[in-house]
């Protein structure tokens, strides 16, 4: 069975532009996660879909947002890219919490 | 609001030893689950044990055990006979009700051999 895959792996951005980041969830997951993670730092949470719809958001501008397909992957875009969004971005999949969150190996996005 | 703590930024264990990880919690909720995640260098997120509030046994998996302590919001993380390759960040979680997760800061374990 594959596990959560994310692309691309890694992301060099300059401060301004946009990033699409992307993420397969486990096949029979219907809820996606993404997560920030600053360098040295624990995970921030900034989005849930689940069924195609955005069910809670972390506490993150409205430059970031996301979407879910049909079939169940998602996507985090990044708007007007500031320095400080330089951070690993992961992914992550469940059937629900008391199966655990898959995660997948992470987008390191870098902004210069 | 839930809240994670992990009182231990870094741990220096020696090889085929035991670790306990300590992890206490916050939290208004009656239901909830508790998680430890794994993180070694390359930076995926690996899942190694949940509790469920409700869960009267310690869960266990393998080298990892939970000692859930409920009345003292406690969630440590054992690993019995440590490895190298248990070299890594761990993270404590806990879900709310929204199913999202609070994370602890981590705590980075060296296993020295």
């Known amino acids: 069975e594959a596990g959560v895959t994310q692309s691309p792996t890694h992301l060099i951005k300059t401060r301004g532009q946009q990033a699409t980041l992307r993420c397969s969830p486990i096949?029979?997951?219907?809820?996606v996660y993404w997560y920030q993670q600053a360098l040295g730092l624990g995970l921030q949470f900034l989005l849930w879909?689940?069924?195609?719809?955005?069910?809670n958001r972390g506490n993150f501008p409205p430059r970031f947002s996301g979407r879910q397909f049909p079939n169940y992957s998602s996507e985090l875009n990044v708007n007007a890219l500031e320095l400080e969004d330089s951070a690993l971005y992961l992914c992550?999949?469940?059937?629900?919490?008391?199966?655990?969150?898959?995660f997948g190996s992470g987008t390191r996005l870098t902004v210069v | 609001a839930q809240k994670i703590t992990q009182t231990q930024p870094g741990m220096f264990v020696q090889e085929k030893e035991a670790v306990t990880l300590d992890c206490t919690y916050d939290?208004?909720?009656?239901?909830?689950?508790l998680f430890w995640y794994k993180q070694p260098s390359s930076g995926e997120m690996i899942f190694l044990i949940y509790?469920?509030?409700?869960d009267e046994q310690n869960a266990t998996e393998g080298r990892y055990s939970l000692n859930f302590q409920k009345a003292r919001k406690s969630a440590n993380l054992v690993i019995s006979a440590s490895q190298l390759g248990d070299s890594a960040m761990y993270f404590c979680?806990?879900?709310?009700?929204?199913?999202?997760?609070?994370w602890g800061a981590g705590t980075k374990l060296i296993i020295k051999p």
């Open positions: 879909y689940d069924e195609g719809e955005e069910r």
């Open positions: 979680a806990i879900s709310d009700s929204n199913y999202q997760l609070i």
């Open positions: 992550a999949s469940s059937m629900g919490p008391s199966y655990g969150y898959t």
């Open positions: 096949s029979g997951h219907t809820s």
């Open positions: 939290t208004s909720d009656q239901s909830y689950g």
């Open positions: 509790q469920g509030s409700y």
